[in-house]
């Protein structure tokens, strides 16, 4: 193999975690499909069966002491069984078309089998709490072992999956929230596909017996994983909560979105099953982030007021149907938050008080956003426009699509006015205003915006297609499917950024070199901070990091600060005279450094060369 191609291929460890969360997927497809029942939306499976694997750890973890690991095979078990009684009741498991959307992702799901994490949050964040689960077995408590996540009253929506993996691997699989990401981004384009072919039908629900073609399933890849603006990689493809929540969402919506339809057209039956498909969605969105609750909140305003735009349906039947979709994630966000509040009080993102919040930053707030706006121009002028139509429909409704757009319009005004409110009263005053991630926020509408985008453009192309010459697309999108990840590798390999790929061999090397009792100082102040928590990551447990000092980090009493860590050890990222005259040592330019106390002062132990670069800085992530 050539060496230029190694780091772009799996191993053989690499295509057994592949595996794992494949087996993981399809456990969760299975109880999915037992739960929504012979009638449901098949292409939902994924997210529902999610929703049942969350209800159950959440209840079970919060109420008692059953460790998590005796949950996993009994359910391992009933998923096994249950995919083999839905084989014999339907002929098949999966959505139709699921076989052939997997074919179109198996070079993706390649491309990404050997990634590792390397984005801030993961190191902060998500592999903590998905770490923690594996090990302790366990939601945080007081007398358990501490959960060293920035934020460990977070919600465990997504490492609850990586959890399920990792007994499957039989060991702790870094990447397994990526690849996991990837498939509901699979899932979440086999059902473009079928909105896609039920808008060339006519209507919600019209074509659900027909195979959608590789043209279909390549078209709803191509919207779901590859075209901008609704995917970015570096949110993509990573252990965050983002492409769960947008899935969700859109899930979610359109699932509620079809049971208003089938209310409207007097199919009770589907009525229910799409209501409790779309309550099950709804479990996992308030499971993946805290704030998702303002997400529930939103949607569930947007199926009541299209609901009620439904003449066929009565108030009273709309509050039935939006109550029965919105009460069980209710009942499992509260089961969380009772934990929270007896075991980690103050251990999430919490609203500040009242003299504290940044209401003087409103008018400052709103013009970054106005800006950040314009700079995604694309995304936001789609809403928008869904938005103009959400409000036609309104006051003219005119079926289906009406009904849809008022529910994702009403969506996008309402998260975006929840945004401003978080920005006043939640975020500090730097974040609140410089309006942080307020693009990353709104990719968790993305996915809506897709399947309202993509059904509409379907009823479009129904109405006028015939009065232009059709060109058919399908076999050009298949093309770009199979070629663009292989294309575009360099772009979704974003972590083999060859800095972060040194601290990780750097990071090895200490976990062997320290003993088990090293204290640890981490000095980098050329960053602004991401490698000392790359750093704290990847020697945790093994050893203890005391003390770190970055960019950002307060510079006042630093002599005094370091002497109370009680350090024995220090790593030496980036140099400066500052650290330089703290540590009393010669550690030129070019290299990284650990030193160790002695009782003559600071000596070096070892050095590591950077690999080809003078400073990490001088590499663009």
Known sequence: MPPSLSPYLPNLADLGALLAVAGAALAIVALGALAGGRSRLAEADLLCGWGVVIALFTIVGTATRVPFSALTHPLIAIAAAGAFWIIR???????????????????????????SASQWDEFSQWLYSAKYLFTVDAFPRPDLAQNPASFPGYPYGLPMIMFVVARLAGGFVENAGIVFNVVVLLSFALLLARLIADGAAGGPDADGDTTPGFGHCALGFLVAAVVPPFIVEKIAFTTYAEVGTAAALAFAAILGWQAIEASAGGNRERARTRAWQSALALVVLVSLKQANLALLIVLAGGFLIAGLRRPEISAARVAGLVTAIVVPSVIVYLFWRYHVQLYLPGREFTVRGFSEWNVHLLPETLSTMLGIALRKSGFFALMIVIAGFSLWALFKHRGPFGTLVIVSGAVFVGYNAFLVFAYMTAFGEGEARHAASYWRYNMHLGLLAAATASYGGALVWRRHGAAVRAFRAGWLAAVLVLALPVVLVNKVRFDLHPPKQYVRTVGAELVRILPPDARLAVFDPGDVGFYTRLVRYLLHPDVATVFEHHIFANRRDLPEKFAKS????????????????????????????????TDEGWRVVTSWPYPGYDLPTDIPD
């Open 89 to 115: 009741r339907d002929g098949r498991l999966t959505a139709r078309g699921a076989v052939r959307m997997m074919l179109l992702g198996v070079p993706l799901l390649i491309v990404v089998a050997p990634m």
């Open 566 to 597: 009680g350090a024995t050890h220090a790593w030496v990222h980036t140099q400066s005279d500052e650290v330089r005259a703290l540590l009393g040592a010669e550690i030129p330019s070019g290299a990284s450094y650990l030193l160790k106390r």
